[in-house]
């Protein structure tokens, strides 16, 4: 993902929050690099079996971080910078107004099959 008017401290803080707070330490984020004016990363946790996993369409664990761990990102982003800007695979969030409006579709987003469907929030 790419992420617009938010600084990799306060990207980082963000994430400390989280940790703390919900994610027993998990939360992680995954090569990190400055595009232009953007961040880009993946966010990934340490332990696919802790806080915050996602887990394949087959069931297996993964290290890619669950739609809850997005969602609880992009909302400590929108704290800081209301008007910061997130890229995604699936949406682009031109604001926290727009985040608003269009991250819960995301959840019923198909990632499995069309013979076996798997909503992205249900992993």
Not at 7 to 19: G, K, M, P, W
Not at 85 to 98: A, F, G, Q, V
């Amino acid at each position: 993902m790419r992420i617009y008017g938010i600084t990799l401290q306060e990207l980082e803080d963000i994430l400390a929050r989280l940790n703390t707070v919900t994610y027993e330490g998990n939360l992680r984020l995954n090569d990190v690099k400055k595009c232009g004016r953007a961040l880009q990363f993946t966010l990934r946790v340490k332990d696919s079996r802790g806080c915050g996993a996602r887990s394949s369409a087959r069931g297996r664990r993964t290290i890619a971080a669950s739609w809850q761990a997005h969602r609880a990102l992009f909302e400590g982003l929108f704290e800081i910078n209301a008007q910061a800007t997130i890229k995604t695979t699936l949406e682009w969030y031109k604001n926290r107004e727009d985040f608003e409006r269009k991250f819960a579709a995301t959840w019923a987003h198909n990632v499995g099959s069309p013979v076996c469907p798997i909503a992205f929030g249900s992993l």
